[in-house]
T-cell receptor, first 115, second 114 residues
Framework: QKEVEQDPGPLSVPEGAIVSLNCTYS??????FMWYRQYSRKGPELLMY????GNKEDGRFTAQVDKSSKYISLFIRDSQPSDSATYLC???????????????FGKGTHLIIQP | EAQVTQNPRYLITVTGKKLTVTCSQN?????MSWYRQDPGLGLRQIYY???????DKGDVPEGYKVSRKEKRNFPLILESPSPNQTSLYFC?????????????FGSGTRLTVV
């Protein structure tokens, strides 16, 4: 089962707010967890990547994985209008065949940061 | 610059007229894949290729063909396009298909079939 659930939004917050984006999943085999950012009329770009459980921080962005709850989060601190985009979570098992067992994407959350 | 290049960016065509969307990567990646993205449905994989001459179906392969004659190129062929193939298409590549390498996406091809 490869279902990944992600609230489509839109999520609208004022500039400077802390943003929390989330995904839930059902496949306990997922080990790699990623967040992609997609600007309008552009391809997704890899933003954050984590392996297994735990936190990872990169500047204003923090990715969090809770495998026991099958729940991942992306936090954005001091949000900026330039953060307005669609954020897609993605995940993969340890041994990916690349196709049906490869990267599984959430449908994306549309984020709007109001100036 | 490391990138995945798709052409054309925009295409309007008529039902039944064969078309090819090209995809090329300059990163010597083994793995390449095609996705379509539709509102409310997210990214859905069409075909993927693990290496030259090795291709396989993704989740929504009907109506599409691919080939991988060279490592850098992975064209998507629509032999007889239909209106339900109107979509935003993305090519992606990765060093390996394993999730830890991440995928590099092209800028997309917006296809309209009338």
């Amino acid at each position: 089962q490869k279902e990944v659930e992600q609230d489509p939004g839109p999520l609208s917050v004022p500039e400077g707010a802390i943003v929390s984006l989330n995904c839930t999943y059902s496949n306990s085999a997922f080990q790699y967890f990623m967040w992609y950012r997609q600007y309008s009329r552009k391809g997704p770009e890899l933003l954050m990547y984590t392996y297994s459980s735990g936190n990872k921080e990169d500047g204003r962005f923090t990715a969090q994985v809770d495998k026991s709850s099958k729940y991942i989060s992306l936090f954005i601190r001091d949000s900026q209008p330039s953060d307005s985009a669609t954020y897609l979570c993605a995940m993969s098992p340890l041994d990916s065949g690349g196709g049906a067992d490869g990267l599984t994407f959430g449908k994306g959350t549309h984020l709007i940061i109001q100036p | 610059e490391a990138q995945v290049t798709q052409n054309p960016r925009y295409l309007i065509t008529v039902t039944g007229k064969k078309l090819t969307v090209t995809c090329s990567q300059n990163m010597n990646h083994e793995y390449m894949s095609w996705y379509r993205q539709d509102p409310g449905l997210g990214l859905r994989q069409i075909y993927y290729s693990m290496n030259v001459e090795v291709t396989d179906k993704g989740d929504v392969p009907e109506g599409y063909k691919v080939s991988r004659k060279e490592k850098r190129n992975f064209p998507l062929i629509l032999e007889s396009p239909s209106p339900n193939q109107t979509s935003l298409y993305f090519c992606a590549s990765s060093l390996l298909p394993l999730g830890n390498y991440g995928y590099t996406f092209g800028s997309g091809t917006r296809l309209t079939v009338v």
